[in-house]
């Protein structure tokens, strides 16, 4: 076996290293983390899962809108999710799942928490642990990006790049990706959109959420509209990222899995042949 | 990698495609490959649970012996507080104590104390009292604003006069909350003497103005409003002040943590 296999096909254009050692290293620990949040996360979250706005969990009056559950009528048992107090069977999905004597009545199915089975105690072991472990990378990355000046010279989108924002999305839109040394408007506001926004919103809600945090910032709650709020925002953030993950896989299928994985990984990037912004850092 | 123009080789090619196999693969077995994590003596887990060590000490950094809980006002009681965990005991001591409107019932304290002492629920309600309106965050996820009316533990232990050799509060209860091949399990939790001190740490026996309902824990239950529901035991009959955890139910301070939930519960 030789050397000399060319990934991309046709595109031959200058191998750049794009990504350096920390990006790299935070990039997976992030990844590795959020993993384990969401899974445990669902764990928590099927203890009781409703989704409700204010201060506390009305039990003699509504203020939930998201109720997910099971019934039995007759012998058959079905999950259904309640959306603004409309109920809709999903079986399979939410709610319920498996068949017969075997079926599990739980929200999110046994395959998509930690541990697989009900087990709030150890959910909540690995949901904090994976927690220390975002809060301290994402603060050490902070400060080390911002005083490089790195968050400004390569995250945050420019007048230049609010310009090129209707090219950027045509281009997204016709799957035409510019292999460049630089990322576009697009991956900026995307990137940052979770750094800056969905990140510290996860954080601040999950703190809000806690007694102890509570007693040391009681106005963190008040301003958020009380702990079922930050509760019920700390789940649509996390629906967010997950939202971001599909689009980022999706992104990186189309614009070319290999290239994109081993630059994330070993640090270098094809750049297109014709790419004027491929720089060396 | 020195070289800008080094092609990947067959290798690192190699690495990739198992990586995102392993990845994928790692999606679609869904989560039993961590199972293992619910057993007590795994060691992975072992290491995941230092993380509730650190934000024990950090949130004594921040809230110290001192900050007090956040307290609501009047309106913001809308429901009769939800009655979670046991809500009638059927233990037989306890249902005499119902019968007799606790009549009976005397709170005893002994352990590392200068002078044990029992006392009965008139010669707690006639100690100065504290009513304080919070907020009751379960362990599931649900909150419930409720008012608490009842004696600072701090006046109870300063009549007993703690030993400084004692490091946590121990309140055992009335109620039965599982059968095990070695007997039942009765409720316990301990907490440690910050808390214990705190303004806010009051055996309850008033719950929105009126006596405390069984359902709630009559005839005391204690509040620790910076932590989580299932620190507040309900339907205490005793209280211990220890320096080990060790000799009660299987060591780990509380009926919960013995199933493996945190001891510090202000997360």
Known sequence: ?281 | MTSSNQIPNIARRRFLTSASIGASGLALTGCDAFDRLSNRDDEVRAVLEKANSLTYRVQRMLIGGNRLAQEFSESDIRQQHRANGTSDPVDEDYKAHVAAKFADYRLEISGLVNAPKSFSLSDIKSMPSRTQITRHDCVEGWSSIAKWTGTPLATILDQVGVKDSARFVVFECFDTVDQTLSGPIKYYESIDLIDARHAQTILAYGMNGLDLPVENGAPLRVRVERQLGYKMAKYISKITLVDDLAPFGSGHGSYWSDNGYEWYAGI
């Open chain 1, 1 to 281: 076996m030789s050397a000399n296999i060319t990934v991309e096909g046709p595109k031959t254009g200058k191998l750049i290293y794009r990504q350096n050692r920390w990006t790299r290293v935070t990039h997976w620990i992030w990844a590795v983390s959020l993993f384990f949040l969401l899974l445990s996360g669902l764990q928590i979250f099927n203890a009781r899962p409703w989704l409700s706005i204010g201060k506390e969990t009305g039990f003699q009056y509504n203020n939930s809108f998201v109720k997910i559950g099971s019934t039995t009528q007759g012998d058959v048992r079905s999950g259904y999710t309640e959306l603004f107090g409309t109920r809709f069977d999903t079986t399979g999905y939410l709610g319920l799942h498996g068949s017969g004597d075997e079926a599990v009545s739980q929200a999110f199915p046994p395959a998509l928490t930690i541990p697989s089975n009900r087990d709030l105690g150890t959910g909540r072991v690995v949901h904090f642990f994976f927690a220390w472990i975002l809060v301290l990378t994402l603060t050490t990355w902070l400060i080390a990006s911002v005083s490089k000046g790195r968050v400004r010279g390569e995250l945050l989108p420019d007048r230049t790049d609010l310009k090129s924002l209707p090219q950027d999305i045509k281009d997204h839109a016709r799957l035409r990706f510019h292999h460049t040394g630089k990322y576009s408007v697009l991956q900026k506001l995307a990137y940052c959109g979770v750094l800056f926004v969905l990140f510290p919103a996860i954080i601040i809600t999950g703190l809000a959420m806690s007694p102890g945090f509570n007693a040391f910032m009681p106005f963190l709650n008040d301003l958020l509209g009380g702990r079922q709020t930050a509760r019920t925002i700390h789940f649509i953030a996390m629906a967010l990222l997950v939202g971001f993950f599909v689009i980022h896989m999706l992104m990186i299928l189309a614009a070319g899995p290999i290239n994109e994985m081993r630059s994330i990984i070993t640090g270098w990037y094809r750049t297109d042949p014709t790419s004027k912004n491929a720089e060396e850092h």
